[in-house]
């Protein structure tokens, strides 16, 4: 694999990363949303990766990673007796979104430390290209 493969594999990394974090963070800011039905409450999402082989990503000689689809979490949607409430179903009933705001926390970080990761790759390749640029020049 040539150092410049490396950008290509740590960039898509960077991307699904990205992608992850974006959906934690918009899972987290629909936490506290409530609905008038199972149906309309809020489920999480989750990206899911998918690896890209070689041959499917046309000139570079490497692999990578991309978000293949986004899905719904399926842990089951809270209920809660709430009979005062406008949004409140025929039995006072209110449903609250599914998402677990720990879950989210412990996503976030992982999703960071991997993104966090990709960029240290990236600068050790860039560094390694500029020391092998020096040996040449002298």
Known sequence: MALEDIFSVAGS???AQTTRMNTTASNLA???????????AFRAKRAVFK??????????????????KLIDDPSPIRKMSEPGNPLA???????????????EMVEMMAASRS??????????????MMRTIDIIKN
Do not use: F, W
């Open 13 to 15: 990394a960077l991307n």
């Open 30 to 40: 629909n936490a506290a949303t409530v609905a008038g039905s199972e149906d309309g």
């Open 89 to 103: 179903d025929k039995d006072g009933y209110i449903y609250l979104s599914n998402v677990n705001e720990m879950t």
């Open 51 to 68: 690896s890209i082989l070689a041959d499917q990503m046309g000139d570079s000689n490497a692999g990578g990673i991309k978000v293949d």
């Open 115 to 128: 993104y966090q990761n990709n960029v240290e790759v990236v600068n050790t390749t860039r560094q390694l």
